[in-house]
Antibody, heavy 120, light 111 residues
């Protein structure tokens, strides 16, 4: 079955760029699924960041759109998140997740989570 | 402030039935399906219910979902200690460009 494995630094300096990658195993990224990023700041709930299709089409959260870039690397079967100009408010556990083939009916496979701290 | 509204907490004793509500609007729950997630500390969220009331393989039938208009609910029957977790509802929102919206989460305590 499909599994998602996240990688990336756990510490980012203020005003820097947060970069995370989610590798897809057990299946192809080029399927009829959208690939999502979700985060959870300390003590708060889940917040959707955005999603990307294997074609490169994206939807981003309006609150983060100006700072977010998502990309797909089909040759490596993985997708990535970049968040620019980070502040302490971007400190969170970040998850990647697969959207169901039924368009926007849920997210069924999740990565293990990456704790990212923004601090100098 | 989350787009979808959930009670911050719920509780029940083992064996009881508990329901968690999720309220939205016509642009999200009213026009799209609802999914529910169980989130235990230190683990990834787990999909419990998709498409308003569909249980993925492996999810016990003690968990059920329903939707009416712009509201949805998650019911857990035969409450067990391992059900103690945070529960989130989510739906796609048809705002310009579209986005996923989540509820603020409900902390379920098994007394």
């Amino acid at each position: 079955q499909v599994q998602l494995q996240q990688s990336g630094p756990g510490l980012v300096k203020p005003s820097g760029t947060l970069s995370l990658t989610c590798a897809v195993s057990g299946g192809s990224i080029s399927t009829n699924n959208w690939w999502n990023w979700v985060r959870q700041p300390p003590g708060r709930g889940l917040e959707w960041i955005g999603e990307i299709y294997h074609s490169g089409n994206t939807h981003y959260s309006p609150s983060l759109r100006s700072r977010v870039t998502m990309s797909v690397d089909k040759s490596k079967n993985q997708f990535s998140l970049k968040l620019n100009f980070v502040t302490a408010a971007d400190t969170a556990v970040y998850y990647c997740a697969r959207g169901l083939e039924a368009y926007h009916h849920g997210m069924d496979v999740w990565g293990q989570g990456t704790t990212v701290t923004v601090s100098s | 402030q989350s787009v979808l509204t959930q009670p911050p907490s719920a509780s029940g004793t083992p064996g009881q039935r508990v329901t968690i509500s999720c309220s939205g609007s016509s642009s999200n729950i009213g026009g799209n399906t609802v999914s529910w997630y169980q989130h235990l500390p230190g683990t990834a969220p787990k999909l419990l219910i998709s498409t308003n009331n569909q249980r993925p393989s492996g999810v016990p039938d003690r968990f059920s979902g329903s939707k009416s208009g712009t509201s949805a609910s998650l019911a857990i029957s035969g409450l067990q200690s391992e059900d103690e977790a945070d529960y989130y509802c989510a739906a796609w929102d048809d705002s310009p460009n579209g986005l996923w919206v989540f509820g603020g989460g409900t902390k379920l305590t098994v007394l």
